[in-house]
Nanobody
Framework: QGPVVESGGGSAPAGGSLTLSCTVS????????MGWFRQVSGDEREGVAC????????TYGDAVKGRFTVSRDNAKNTVYLQMNDLKPGDTAMYYC????????????????????WGPGTQVTVSS
């Protein structure tokens, strides 16, 4: 068992909603901004969202802006991704990771600036 584990994936119809969770163990959770990325086999890992250490600042990828909301509960060492108005293009493996930069998100979501990746949770959206 690694320090980061995602859960909550599954299947949903287009227009539906899912909530993903990411639990962190054995790390100083509040030392990190946390990121969500997604990946389809053969493609580059795509940035979805980042939330700062206190939850007050967020960054979203253009493809999900206005539909997804990232948040965190530091008392539970958990990061959430609320996904609304799902589209077939959201189908991917979703990964959670810690920021290598520090406690705050940058304007951009660069996968090489994150680490401690979890094993991922699959999201499948039907048309």
């Amino acid at each position: 068992q690694g320090p980061v584990v995602e859960s909550g994936g599954g299947s949903a119809p287009a227009g539906g909603s899912l909530t993903l969770s990411c639990t962190v163990s054995g790390l100083a959770f509040t030392s990190y901004a946390m990121g969500w990325f997604r990946q389809v086999s053969g493609d580059e890992r795509e940035g979805v969202a980042c939330v700062s250490w206190g939850g007050e600042y967020t960054t979203y990828g253009d493809a999900v802006k206005g539909r997804f909301t990232v948040s965190r509960d530091n008392a539970k060492n958990t990061v959430y991704l609320q996904m609304n108005d799902l589209k077939p293009g959201d189908t991917a493996m979703y990964y959670c990771g810690t920021s290598k930069i520090g406690r705050y998100c940058s304007e951009f979501l660069r996968h090489w600036e994150y680490g401690n990746w979890g094993p991922g949770t699959q999201v499948t959206v039907s048309s």
